[in-house]
């Protein structure tokens, strides 16, 4: 188990839902997708290791929540602006977390 966090820093994350609206293997890499993300005031690009598991088509149109406020960093020569939230069980199945129902894109979690 983690160490547990007051609320007050549960709220510092800026977690969000955010519509996939374009989805493409990065060159050169077996694990690697870049994503473009609608947040409806923005769009952000995300790059996951999420190959193994989805075709990039597959991800497309999906609404998945993100973690915005993570610092940004370069994976393969791409900036990720944002990270989605994915799960990962113990036998190595990661499925990306979605809404159990449609929302707008740029809703808040909390």
Excluded at 38 to 62: C, H, S, W
């Amino acid at each position: 188990m983690s160490e547990e966090i007051t609320f007050a820093e549960f709220q510092k994350l800026d977690l969000r839902i955010g519509k996939i609206v374009e989805a493409s293997q990065v060159p050169d890499s077996k694990k690697l997708i870049k994503i473009l993300v609608d947040f409806g005031t923005e769009k952000r690009q995300a790059v996951a290791g999420l190959l193994k598991y989805y075709k990039p088509e597959e991800l497309v149109g999906k609404k998945c929540i993100f973690l915005l406020n993570l610092q940004r960093r370069m994976l393969a020569g791409i900036e990720s602006q944002c990270m989605v939230l994915a799960a990962e069980d113990e036998a190595g199945n990661v499925v990306v977390l979605q809404p159990e129902k449609d929302i707008v894109e740029g809703s808040k979690i909390g």
